[in-house]
């Protein structure tokens, strides 16, 4: 078991814990209760989780209250399940002396925290990430949202968590391209914030791919320092920040104009091999560093080029309309090696021109 | 025109200004874009503080954005206005980069300052509030919410304003019943935190009620002063801003309980008459200033006694669920003298209990 502490000068008690572990979560609404010894407990997940039995270990026998989202997934990450959510806790008497426990992926993650968010103006949120995306990435750093009809996550907030509580072996349930795409957001911290790292996963990369309960943990600890510090340094997202969206703006663009066929980490690999391109373009890049990402990310059987079928327009209109852009045009994260992100001044997100992106978006069509 | 500033470290810029004058609301449009030069501006307002003219006053000829909330009232005040607001904010094109107006009573502030709260993960929102619960009270100090379909205020945030402007002739459109009714609040302010504000209101209260508007100029001053000083101690309500319920425990059960026929300031009306009788039924208060806050109401053509036919069991009941109630009973604010709040130890809500509290509702029952 290892423990970091997280600062967040935004809530009250100035920092949050996470706690990374195997065959812990049987134990962990004892912990969330020990903190909060006045509290109602409260846990928001959703069929899926519930079905590969990881709400009925953490209940351990308890008769805590729990909301299951149906179906699991982003078809449910509406306002409307939020409304659902909240009506179903003031029926059952819950008021603003409640503790939500966010037990599953992403979208769980992301419903529930936004939930305990606006819930009688803000109640306390432990997220219990069960998911490679969320144990890497979203249960740490305190965004929530649900989408509009119109766009994702177009209501929001920013809301820290009180507690992590990370469990490795819940992986073990996931589907394999889950799990295996999941990693991409590993992969994205090792490059942009650790060389050591990456030679980690370069050297364990068999044992992760086999579940192997001593990786994740090692790489649940990386993970967590990296974004940890990253959002302790900008946590609302005004500069550093930026630097997680690395691969990310090219693989968005990528993800909806797949219609979300990819799964995230899949347009974020598609989306680092861009950028590892655009480097070699603009003279920052190798082609030894993209063909180290390219052979990492082919290991972990994440694509790396664009699927035929989907339009290049499509993609560049896409990449017009990306939340960031300005003058409809996005900026983009670079590396300037492994482990560093390169700088333009003292700005993480860089300018690089239309025909540049358009001349990798062709690179990025031919079968490698 | 008097400038006040309000602390808040829970924003990054660390303060926002209230600006309070007569005849200003013209120029406010332009100062709000002086202040957000790169920010495109959207106004939320409702229809009757349209109908009253208002909106065309702010507009000053601009073409800026705008969305009516109609009807007007409590009515509107649900997620699914919020929802129509946020999606109409998008078909307008309008991202991260906008700042929401709040132009209008109590209800259009809760809103729209909960629509800017969690829009794109939170925007910023200038308060302009047009009527004397608002001026009072509601504008300042960065509640937001909006009501489940089980209770008042389920979904919210504290998201503060970025800037709040004050024009007291605004209150001129208002009618007599929610002008007189929302300067409870005024005489709540006096008697929890000032007793030469409370000479002032008694000594004008003519001119007061005349609409003068030297006077409320005077009496706003007042307000932003008492209930900024107050938020930016105690900004999330841990203790000390609990002092702001004060008639307002009661108040709210007998306004829910009239199903909203009593208005709120009304019931707060009844609820500090009831906080006199319970520090009288303590000792710690006097008959004579039961006789004075009463004296003061009744100039306001304020009630002072429950309404016959609200029953007494819904009361309690109410109470019982009363929204900071501990184990199914809510604390009170009671004073130790006009202009200081009565303590228990290091806290401003203590406990009254259930037979003093009945014992106070039947003498609220009986006519004066």
């Known amino acids: 078991m290892t423990q970091i502490t997280i600062k967040t000068p935004q809530m009250k008690k100035g920092s949050y814990k996470i706690e990374i572990g195997a065959n812990t979560l049987n134990s962990v609404l004892a912990k969330i209760q020990a903190d909060f010894p006045q509290k109602k407990l409260y846990i928001i997940t959703d069929s899926a989780v519930a079905k590969a039995g990881h709400l009925k270990t953490l209940l351990a026998g308890t008769d805590v209250l729990s909301y299951v989202i149906d179906p699991s997934g982003e078809v449910s990450k509406n306002i409307n399940t939020v409304i659902s959510i909240i009506e179903d806790m003031e029926t059952r008497s819950l008021g603003r002396d409640s503790v939500i426990t966010a037990l599953g992926g992403g979208t769980v993650g992301d419903i529930a925290g936004f939930a305990a968010a606006i819930f009688k103006r803000g109640i306390p949120v432990v997220q219990v990430p069960t998911t490679t995306v969320s144990q890497a990435d979203s249960a740490i750093g305190g965004k929530t949202g649900v989408d509009s009809s119109m766009s994702k996550n177009a209501f929001g907030a920013f809301w820290y968590p009180a507690a992590v509580f990370i469990d490795v072996t819940t992986l073990m349930t996931l589907q394999e391209n889950e799990y295996l795409s999941g990693l991409v957001e590993s992969v994205k911290h090792a490059l942009i914030a650790d060389a050591k790292y990456l030679e980690f996963i370069e050297k364990n ?27 302790e340094d ?48 603009m003279g920052i890049g190798t082609q030894e560093r993209l063909k180290r990402i390219e052979s990492i990310l082919k290991k972990l059987s994440q694509p790396t080029r664009i699927p035929a079928d989907l339009p290049k327009e499509k993609i560049i209109d896409l990449l017009r309309r990306d939340k ?30 239309q025909t540049v992106v358009e001349k990798v978006l062709d690179q990025l069509y031919k079968p490698v």
């Open 324 to 353: 960031k852009a300005v003058n409809k045009w996005p900026k983009f994260v670079l590396l300037e090696k492994e482990g560093k992100v390169y700088k333009q001044g003292d700005q993480f997100a860089v300018d690089v021109n």
């Open 234 to 281: 900008d946590p609302t997202e005004k500069n550093l920040r930026r630097v997680l969206n690395y691969g990310h703006t090219i693989g968005h663009a990528v993800e909806s104009a797949s219609y979300f066929r990819l799964l995230h980490g899949q347009a974020v690999a598609i989306g680092m091999v861009g950028a590892a391109m655009m480097e070699i373009e």
């Open 205 to 231: 990369i068999d044992r992760l791919k086999a579940c192997d309960l001593e990786i994740l943990e090692q790489i649940a600890v990386y993970n967590c320092n990296i974004k940890g510090r990253i959002v």
